[in-house]
């Protein structure tokens, strides 16, 4: 059974940091675009950062979030510093065998995790 495991949500000041983690069993997922999204209430689900052989953001993380993988542990990661209000969200991480250079794009993910509660509030 093919699973992604993500963990490591919270609740953090803003400016504070977080580190995402999410943990791939059932295939290995070295072959894989890796990707994180996030789904506020009330909002659709939208891209956030995904790598294959180097990273890519939204631009409304970049230069605040890095995406890395850990091939030997099947895991991916997501750090997040300089957190905003409305970086809160449900933060899902995602396998594609394919992308065609779409990987901001969740209809080309092949598996997803059940995500994990962001919360930015002081």
């Known amino acids: 059974q093919v699973q992604l495991v993500e963990s490591g949500g919270g609740l953090v000041q803003p400016g504070g940091s977080l580190r995402l983690s999410c943990a791939g069993s059932?295939?290995?997922?070295?072959?894989?675009?890796m990707g994180w999204f996030r789904q506020a209430p009330g909002k659709e689900r939208e891209f956030v950062a995904a790598?294959?052989?180097?990273?890519y953001y939204a631009d409304s993380v970049k230069g605040r979030f890095t995406i890395s993988r850990d091939t030997a542990k099947n895991t991916v990661y997501l750090q997040l510093n300089s957190l905003k209000p409305e970086d809160t969200a449900v933060y899902y991480c995602?396998?594609?065998?394919?992308?065609?250079?779409?990987?901001?794009?969740?209809?080309?993910?092949?598996?997803w995790g059940q995500g994990t509660q962001v919360t930015v509030s002081s």
């Open positions: 995602a396998a594609a065998r394919y992308a065609s250079g779409r990987g901001y794009d969740p209809s080309v993910y092949d598996y």
């Open positions: 059932g295939r290995t997922f070295s072959n894989y675009i």
């Open positions: 790598i294959s052989a180097s990273g």
